[in-house]
């Protein structure tokens, strides 16, 4: 049964979105207040030493005024750094990419580092970003810190991101950040604990500096702050399935949001609870691993040293809340740490839809990309499968040959799907073949020069972007009998449509 298109129904997504608005002003009138505190009480505590600095007497010598009092010093990152007093600008990060964008309700943190065998940092930003909605989009933020001290990685990075991702680095949802070399402390000075060698040592210890770092950059961007690693994938409609779970916790004293139940990956958290989560992490990062600390931290929030474990826990469930089933993944199996596999999967993530299927007009199908093994091009037409082929070259084609000319309203074509991201058309034409005598021959006189002819007959009316081809076929073009893609250069990957739409 259809329920009724009510305005009610129509004004549920707009509230939440000025719900969602509203916070972010909250916590930004939040921030600016402990900022303007911060200064409040250096410009106290500088008066205080002007006030109080030695004078001269009448004598030469020195006074100082008896029973005077300074103000209070707050611990700051200096305190649990020691070593970035010598280098006063090693906590300003170096932005490389991005156009500032804050106000955001979600900003996803995403710390990457050198892997020894493979990196999946491309496929996780590509999961992210597949099908993600335009209104999605101007509502999220993903930040990328590069945690590396060599620059030629950096740049390498940088270049990577920067070909893959031109538009969401255009738009302002995709930043892209690293630290100061002098950010980091001498790791060689680690005291070895809980049996783990002193590569792993420092491993986990630079780690959680790097999740600090990324905390303390993203805390004015936003409402909330989701970490993530850089390999994993997403479900789709992960985003807002996130800010709806938020806007129905019936209670505000919840201080983790679980939408992952591994280590510390889709763990949320309030912009405004930030500050004290990195404080906590800075005075024992080189003790624990940063789950290990997170747990503490409920612990000593709710936990009754007089009380047993299993009342404890309930305590804590009170702070974490978990969403099921899981909307990210883990799928790296080499770890940033060397020599270390990791085989961690989460059981209430499910399976992925790989792709999607519409109801296509009849026609005979014809390429010359080969097929990889059941994944052919009539499964994907017929909305049963993905088309998966091998390493297109430039020349090759497919086509969509109609049994009966159609009047074809429009076309969407979609490659890479969200654990396969990477495979996707390069360099890739839209062709239609045109019926209409009359327009034909307009074509051959130079009448419409708008439109590109092949030496067949077919004419160009798109191409791929991003690993999407989508559009409207133009009535003056009606009725078409074949569509075709057409592959202009060689390919360095495999090439994958998990959608085909032909719109009659």
């Known amino acids: 049964m259809a329920f009724p298109d009510t305005p009610e129904k129509h004004a549920q997504p707009q509230l939440l979105s000025l719900h969602q608005r509203l916070l972010a002003v909250e916590e930004r009138g939040a921030q600016v207040s402990r900022e303007l505190s ?26 100082t005024r008896v029973g005077a009092m300074s103000p209070l010093c707050w611990p700051s990152a200096f305190s649990y750094l020691p070593h970035l007093r010598e280098h006063p600008d090693s906590l300003t990060p170096h932005v490389l990419l991005g156009q500032g964008r804050t106000g955001v309700s979600l900003v996803l943190g995403i710390p990457t580092v050198r892997r020894e065998k493979q990196s999946y940092l491309i496929s996780t930003l590509g999961s992210l970003f597949y099908d993600l909605p335009s209104d999605e989009r101007d509502d999220i933020l993903v930040i990328i810190l590069v945690a590396e001290a060599d620059p030629a990685y950096v740049d390498a990075v940088i270049e990577d991101i920067k070909k893959n991702f031109p538009s969401e680095l255009q738009s302002g949802l995709l930043e892209v ?7 980091y402390p001498n790791f060689s000075r680690l005291k070895e604990t809980f049996g783990d060698t002193k590569e792993r040592v420092m491993w986990r210890t630079k780690q959680n500096l790097d999740y600090s770092f ?29 800010k709806t779970f ?14 992952s139940q591994l280590g510390f990956i889709g763990k949320m958290f309030r912009m405004s609870d930030l500050p004290m989560l990195v ?18 931290i409920l612990w000593v929030k709710v936990c009754h040293p007089e009380k047993d474990a299993k009342h404890c826990s309930r305590q804590k469930d009170n702070l974490k809340r978990r969403y099921k089933p899981s909307l990210f993944q883990h799928v790296g199996l080499h770890s940033s740490l060397r020599g270390k596999i990791q085989n961690l999967k989460d059981k209430d993530f499910g399976t992925q839809t ?23 091009l009539m499964r994907a037409y017929q909305g049963e499968d993905f088309f998966w082929a ?29 654990e396969t991201n990477g495979d996707k058309f390069y360099n890739t034409t839209v062709e239609v073949l045109p019926t209409n005598s009359s327009f034909l021959d307009s074509m051959e ?20 972007a991003n690993g999407v081809a989508e559009g409207a076929v133009e009535p003056e073009l009606q009725k078409i009998s074949a569509i075709r893609l057409v592959v202009n250069a060689d390919s360095d990957v495999w090439a994958l449509l998990s959608e085909i739409f032909i719109k009659v």
Do not use: C
């Open 246 to 259: 938020v806007s129905q916790q019936s209670s505000e004293e919840w201080l983790i949001l679980e939408f």
């Open 38 to 63: 911060w200064l409040s009480q250096r410009l106290t505590q500088l008066t205080w030493e002007l006030r109080n600095s030695s004078t001269n007497s009448t004598d030469g010598s020195r006074q």
């Open 354 to 376: 790989l792709y999607k299927g519409h109801s296509n007009p009849p026609a005979v199908l014809t390429s010359s990309l080969s097929a990889y093994q059941s994944h052919t």
């Open 445 to 464: 006189s130079g009448k419409i020069p708008k439109y590109k002819q092949s030496k067949d007959g077919f004419i160009v009316i798109g191409a791929f």
């Open 390 to 418: 091998l390493t297109p070259s430039a020349g090759d084609f497919i086509q969509i040959s109609f049994l009966q000319e159609q009047t074809v309203k429009g076309y969407l074509f979609r490659s890479g799907n969200i």
């Open 214 to 242: 990324l905390m303390l950059y993203s805390q004015q961007k936003g409402s909330y702050y989701v970490q993530l690693e850089d390999d994993i994938v997403a479900k789709p409609g992960y985003s807002q399935t996130m």
């Open 177 to 183: 950040i690293s630290p100061s070399p002098y950010f």
């Open 279 to 296: 404080e906590f992490f800075l005075m024992f990062y080189k003790d624990k691993p940063i789950d290990w600390l997170l747990d503490h």
